[in-house]
């Protein structure tokens, strides 16, 4: 069986939704994650597995394949780890897939089984909603942010385990303690000053502009590179 539900992709402000798949079947035991996935979101693999055997629903020993599509589109970061382990605990049958199709899943796992708050859920949010998805699961530390989205249904989990209960799981809900993020101080640095950057004219051009006129600016690229 194949089971599906959805996550999104971000590039800065913008997103796109993506399919999650995941396949189970009898061959020799092993966790294969495709569709361009970076380095972060490949370790997934690792936690959604942990995650899964402390909540209470291991992974079976056979042969899972997981696919994010689009295949072509590139995928960042670990936000991906809740809809990745609800697909394939439904393959499994641990939850009806019919429960999961519709629902926009996000939110790092921890080895615990905890789903820890991630960063960018309100555009994530209103991409996918823009995309004409409704029903979203979030992590409970991300509430605040998600709720600020119109016309949305919103459910906060703090583990796997609750977000397969929610699915229909029938499983005794476990006490964990709820990741909340806290805010971290920034520490005191020298104020720089743009005359002291050597080349790149017209990102400072950009930059100058951007202050002047109090406008957002998004610069994209590994350090030294020239727009």
């Not at 394949?65 to 970061?77: D, E, I, Q, T």
Request: proline share 8%.
């Amino acid at each position: 069986m194949v089971a599906r539900t959805l996550s999104v992709a971000l590039l800065g402000l913008s997103g796109a939704v993506v399919e999650v798949e995941a396949h189970i079947a009898d061959a020799i035991p092993g966790f294969q994650l495709i569709g361009l996935p970076d380095a972060a979101l490949s370790d997934a693999k690792d936690r959604v597995r942990a995650a899964a055997a402390n909540g209470g629903s291991p992974l079976p020993a056979k042969k899972i394949v997981v696919n994010l599509s689009p295949a072509a589109l590139p995928k960042h970061g670990s936000t991906y780890d809740l809809a990745i382990a609800v697909a394939v605990l439904a393959a499994e049958g641990v939850i009806d897939h019919a429960a999961i199709a519709d629902v926009v899943h996000l939110g790092e796992l921890s080895l615990d089984g905890r789903v820890r708050p991630m960063q960018g859920v309100l555009p994530a949010i209103v991409a996918a909603r823009a995309a004409g998805h409704r029903r979203f699961v979030v992590p409970r530390g991300n509430e605040a942010e998600a709720r600020l989205v119109p016309d949305v249904s919103v459910e906060t989990v703090t583990s796997l385990r609750e977000a397969l209960i929610r699915h229909g799981a029938e499983l005794e809900p476990q006490e964990l303690e709820a990741i909340v993020p806290k805010a971290v101080p920034v520490p005191a640095t020298e104020v720089g000053d743009l005359s002291d950057v050597v080349g790149n004219p017209d990102a400072v051009e950009a930059l100058v502009v951007a202050a002047a006129g109090a406008h957002h600016l998004f610069m994209l690229g590994p350090p030294g590179v020239r727009p």
